[in-house]
């Protein structure tokens, strides 16, 4: 095979995985073992389940999942697909990105991902969200595992402009936690649900209707398990080239959500900026130098 042919042959089945690593959501370690793959491009095609695993650092079992999650009965039958790419080389396959570019290919899908966004924030789904959010109090916001961290960041400022903001994020007292916002006066909640979809998230948006609350969700897809359980559905995609998901998309419809909830009272808005202002000096690291 000439080296022509063999840099066709490479990108061709380099373009053949990267679109099925698109179109499959995978765990982390699966995520470690396609991406070793890509890395190791054609002689992978080649080699056996065993030596992949070893390759990567990852368990056998763990290569023969990632296969049948790729939609392949197991690894013999996604490597024969695989090797098929790397010896049938046409003219006509374009190149596709190298190994060393696995990042830039992140970025430029969460570019995608943030224009993406542009049509769930020009929606009427973020208007009606807008509307339900900006009527209760207290205000819920719930994120439970990868969602804790994301809910945290959008409660930690929405509480500087939003009066009585409650993060939930444990999972054993979630439902009990969700009928003490209704007791309270709560109208709406609002719930972060990223990949892998928590259980007893869902259960508690389910509960949450079940008591005559609105449910916002930010979610990655409309096509949620869940969303016959959503009054609203916020779609945010989430980038998934690297071993763990990216949520640019996500922190920036969020931070979007807060933006609109703040202009609904400005002078609200206003008053409480400036008392979270003047506490800065009293936790600001200050590097000047203070006088002797």
Known sequence: MTDSASTQSLDRVRSWLLDLMHAHRLSPTQRRVAQHMLDSLPDVAF????????AAGVSQPTVTRMATAFGFSGWAEFRAAARERVLSASPSDSPSPGPGS???????RERDNLSALEQTIA?????????????TRPLGIVGLRVSASLAHHLGHLAQKVLPDVRVLDDGASL????TQLHLDGASAVLFVVMPRH??????AVAHARSLGLATVGIVDTPLVPFADLLDVALVAPVGTDLVFDSHAA????????LDALARRDPRRTQARLEAHEELVATWEHDARPRPS
Do not use: C, F, K, N
């Not at 080699?47 to 070893?54: F, G, K, P, T």
């Not at 696995?102 to 430029?108: D, N, S």
């Open 47 to 54: 080699a056996s389940s065993v030596d992949v695993a070893e």
């Open 102 to 108: 696995i990042p830039a290919a992140a970025l430029a």
């Open 123 to 135: 929606s009427d789904r973020m208007t009606r969200a807008v509307d339900l959010l900006a009527g």
């Open 175 to 178: 439902i009990d936690a969700v």
């Open 198 to 203: 928590p259980d007893a998230t869902v259960r």
């Open 250 to 257: 996500v922190v920036t419809l969020s931070i979007v959500l």
